[in-house]
């Protein structure tokens, strides 16, 4: 059974850092392309980054370019999403998605950036 579980989300202030984790199970991590979204109330979802299989490319939302990394440490089947200089607009649900070839979808974690 695929299964995608995030951690890390939380209140911060504006300028401030998070790290979103994600822990994927029952399926090759390491063969697949892992994405982060996210989704504000009043929005349409948002692709953030993806990062193609293991050591492939990256690629970034221009709204978060310079400030998100994805990345991901293969012996733990973890995917995560380091976030910095954050904003009020980075505030939203981020999920974890298992992109290609195995797709599902993580559970979510809240992200709040206010001061």
């Known amino acids: 059974q695929v299964q995608l579980v995030e951690s890390g989300g939380g209140l911060v202030q504006p300028g401030g850092s998070l790290r979103l984790s994600c822990v994927g199970s029952?399926?090759?991590?390491?063969?697949?392309?892992m994405s982060w979204y996210r989704h504000a109330p009043g929005k349409e979802r948002e692709l953030v980054a993806f990062e193609i299989r293991a050591g492939g490319s990256t690629n970034y939302a221009d709204s978060v370019k310079g400030r998100f990394t994805i990345s991901r440490d293969n012996a733990k089947n973890t995917v995560y999403l380091q976030m910095n200089s954050l904003k009020p607009e980075d505030t939203a649900m981020y999920y974890c998605k298992a992109t290609w070839p195995i797709q599902s979808w993580g559970q979510g974690t809240q992200v709040t950036v206010s001061s």
């Open positions: 029952g399926f090759n991590f390491n063969r697949n392309t």
